[in-house]
């Protein structure tokens, strides 16, 4: 019981946040506009500052962890290519790239900073995580929605040029990578300038859920039911149970492999749905499979983090 209340005390208040945006959605407190403009403040401001603030504090020897990084780049490239494979499942090449995409892309960087910072009361190995895997995401949806385009004879190099700027002036990157140089330099933090900076980064959890939760639409959850829910199932059982006994089997214990938890089988990202539209895909699949993963991950990551915590991983 003891295992179960600390899974239970880990998720349900990610998910009670996402609750509370999707009732502020429905009485007329935010709409879709003011949701999105949430999203983009969190994404550009809060986010960074949060990721900031918890490298700059610490040792940089203590926090670099070259290992821990190398496996959520090496389980994203394996993750990456299960799903081609499974997508040709269907010959349709437009579900085929929404499918990859939804498959492996994950919210790591919200919803991985939520989980570790609701159980160890800081950002954790998040950080490290989101380099090892965040960058790898991004290019790799590119090369995937640009290959599997109706119609597309190769890969827009326009798209893949502006996705490579879109990395290096990534907020959230450029906020790790400002947090690691002021370790690496022990740089002090003055009292009024870590209370300010603290302050920020402490809106980006509730403000993040409460937009992603205001964004939810449960009537496209079930379009293209049979890739949706092969997509669910890959994304929030199958990535896990492959990743997560070799993470265990090469020593990550405890805010590490919750890191990598978060990494492998959380929500869907938003930000699918963003892309394969915007490079002139139907989105239906995407919004779909975001819609299942985040309905039905409340549930999956409680599991995960019980039978975790089971075998005192956790």
């Known amino acids: ?48 500052v949060l990721v900031f603030s918890d490298l700059a504090t610490v040792d940089f020897s203590e926090v670099w962890d070259i290992k821990f990084v190398l496996f959520c780049f090496g389980a994203t490239v394996v993750s990456i290519a299960v799903a081609a494979a499974v997508s040709f499942v269907w010959k349709d090449k437009s579900i085929q790239g929404e499918f990859i995409q939804a498959s492996y892309r994950s919210s790591a960087a919200l919803l991985g900073i939520a989980f570790i910072q609701n159980i160890y009361g800081s950002a954790g190995m998040a950080p490290m995580m989101i380099i090892g895997s965040v960058p790898l995401y991004n290019i790799m949806a590119v090369l995937v929605l640009s290959l599997f385009k109706p119609g597309q004879q190769g890969i827009d190099r326009s798209v893949l040029k502006k996705t490579l700027r879109g990395i290096v002036t990534n907020p959230i990157i450029i906020g790790i990578a400002a947090g690691l140089i002021w370790s690496a330099l022990r740089i002090p933090m003055p009292r009024i300038i870590g209370k300010t900076v603290s302050s920020i980064g402490g809106m980006a959890t509730p403000m993040g859920l409460m937009a992603m939760g205001a964004t939810f639409d449960i009537k496209k959850a079930f379009d293209k039911a049979a890739p949706a829910v092969t997509a669910a199932i890959i994304k929030l059982v199958g990535f896990a149970a492959l990743f997560l006994p070799i993470a265990v089997s090469l020593g990550f214990r405890q805010e590490k492999l919750v890191a990598i938890l978060v990494m492998l089988g959380s929500a869907t990202t938003v930000s699918c749905f963003v892309m394969a539209k915007n490079m002139d895909h139907e989105g239906v699949l995407s919004s779909s499979v975001v819609m299942l993963t985040t309905m039905f991950s409340a549930f999956t990551l409680t599991g995960w983090l019980y039978i975790l915590r089971c075998f005192g991983l956790i």
């Open 1 to 48: 019981m003891e295992n179960l209340i600390f899974s239970l005390n880990a998720t349900v208040p990610v998910f009670l946040m996402m609750i509370l945006g999707l009732f502020f959605r429905k009485i007329g407190w935010i709409d879709e506009v003011f949701a999105s403009k949430m999203n983009k403040f969190v994404f550009l401001v809060p986010l960074p």
